[in-house]
């Protein structure tokens, strides 16, 4: 299963390009990448590659961490891993941490899973 990171920054990839009413074709080609993967990427299907990643914000004129969920929202999966059953490696605790932590009525009702972006400087 790919770490749920993935579909946080293609899901503010898809959005930011909507914004910017850019088809998937354009942005693949600014990015010389082929459009099913930017489909890929943007339902977080694929991962991408640090350099991938600020090009990517650069053609959509955002700062890199833009693309990133808040720290606070990883830093909080600690209380989720203590609740896990065992028998899980640490890679998958974290994975079914996040998932717990993006469906956290709290964490939503807070706005948490709400991912601000700005623009870039």
Known sequence: MRDPVYKVIGSVISRR???LKMKQETLAKQLAISRGSLANIETGRQGILVHQLYRIADALELAPTDLLP?????????????KLPSGLN??????????????????????????ARTPKR
């Open 70 to 82: 808040p720290a606070e929202n990883l830093s909080s999966l600690d209380e989720w891993t203590e």
């Open 17 to 19: 390009r909507k914004q």
């Open 90 to 115: 640490p890679v998958q605790q974290v994975q079914v941490a996040r998932l717990f932590e993006d469906t956290n009525p709290a964490s939503i009702s807070q706005g948490k899973t709400q991912y």
